[in-house]
């Protein structure tokens, strides 16, 4: 069974940067789960819904949402089955759970369509 294993959270302050790592465990997937389909990070805050932060798409489209263009990077090492996160500039609204996830499609779907979910990892960000 494929299981996606977030690390890099933390408490930073604002202006701060964090690096967000994930990786493939529990199974070997032909092609690697990071090259043959959509990848990305999703993020939910308390009392909000769960909403697509950045992806790459199966074809290596890189695309983010408008609250953190210019500030975070979506990378994939596909050798090491590993997806990355940098997150710069960090604003105290980026604060959330943010999750790692993939999709069986050319493009991340919405949260109920998409097929492997990590367990997600806590960024904070306070002064």
């Known amino acids: 069974q494929v299981q996606l294993v977030e690390s890099g959270g933390g408490l930073v302050q604002p202006g701060g940067s964090l690096r967000l790592s994930c990786t493939v465990q529990?199974?070997?997937?032909?092609?690697?789960?990071?090259?043959?389909?959509?990848t990305g990070w999703y993020r939910q805050a308390p009392g909000k819904h769960r909403d697509l932060v950045a992806e790459?798409?199966?074809?290596?489209?890189?695309n983010y949402a408008d609250s953190v263009k210019g500030r975070f990077t979506i990378s994939r090492d596909t050798s090491k089955n590993t997806l990355y996160l940098q997150l710069n500039s960090l604003k105290p609204e980026d604060t959330a759970i943010y999750y790692c996830?993939?999709?069986?499609?050319?493009?991340?779907?919405?949260?109920?369509?998409?097929?492997?979910w990590g367990r997600g990892t806590q960024v904070t960000v306070s002064s």
């Open positions: 529990g199974a070997k997937v032909q092609g690697g789960i990071f090259s043959a389909n959509a």
């Open positions: 996830a993939a999709a069986k499609r050319r493009n991340m779907p919405i949260p109920p369509l998409v097929d492997y």
């Open positions: 790459i798409s199966s074809g290596g489209a890189t």
